[in-house]
């Protein structure tokens, strides 16, 4: 497995991946015990990636007939102790939804990632959704969360500029300009869950100047 060109490199290297690539790097690194999957795009890389390094006893990775199998069987893996990741479309976690809410009320032995692909575009589903509201309401720890931005200082933010809170990097803007209808300028984001409460201030650096802003909830209007 060491042989596989995403492996190569050593420590403080930079490649150039895919994110379902960077997926299975971050899961070798953690030391995956079991990988699971029902191969729904565009999350399908992710367990072919894994398939092809071939494991080599360190991990084992089992395609599954549904997505609810393959939550079960990451579940059970990490019940007994192995680290367990889980991957599939958003879609395909409707079909996991009873065993998600299952494991969050029971609790697991061991570490458990659910790899949700969504679909914005709907570029290969038949619609878009947003997984990580089945996160809020399973009280499970979400990587990110999308907040709106105020600008309450001078300035338009715009798409993928850094945002501070207290000189920490706390995320990237995804959108903004300014809204006639509001008269004010806006942005939306993506922050960490206990960053994004409504009220939070925060800078963005837009052109070497840091522009005061605050969370605030979305949508921006509401009739």
Do not use: W
């Amino acid at each position: 497995m060491s042989k596989h060109p995403l492996l190569h490199g050593a420590r403080g290297e930079r490649h150039v991946l895919l994110g379902n690539e960077a997926i299975v790097r971050g899961a070798l690194e953690a030391g995956v015990n079991m990988v699971t999957c029902y191969p729904g795009t565009p999350s399908s890389e992710v367990p072919d990636t894994f398939y092809k390094l071939g494991g080599e006893g360190r991990y084992k990775i089992e395609y599954a007939v549904n997505e609810k199998v393959a939550f079960e069987v990451a579940a059970g893996a990490a019940l007994g102790g192995a680290q367990a990741l889980v991957t599939m479309k958003h879609v395909g976690l409707n079909v996991a939804a009873a065993p998600l809410f299952t494991v969050a009320y029971t609790g697991i032995n061991a570490g458990m990632v659910i790899a949700v692909a969504d679909d914005p575009g709907m570029h290969s589903s038949q619609n878009e959704q947003d997984s990580r509201h089945y996160a809020i309401a399973a009280k499970l720890p979400i990587a990110r969360v999308r907040v709106g931005l105020e600008v309450t200082g001078r300035g338009i933010v715009r798409e993928h500029q850094d945002i501070y809170i207290g000189g920490r990097l706390a995320g990237k803007t995804t959108s903004g300009t300014h809204c006639p209808f509001l008269g004010k300028a806006m942005a939306m984001a993506y922050l960490a869950p206990e960053d994004a409460a409504a009220g939070t201030e925060v800078e963005v650096e837009v052109r070497g100047r840091r522009i005061p802003c605050k969370v605030v909830e979305l949508p921006f209007y509401k009739r």
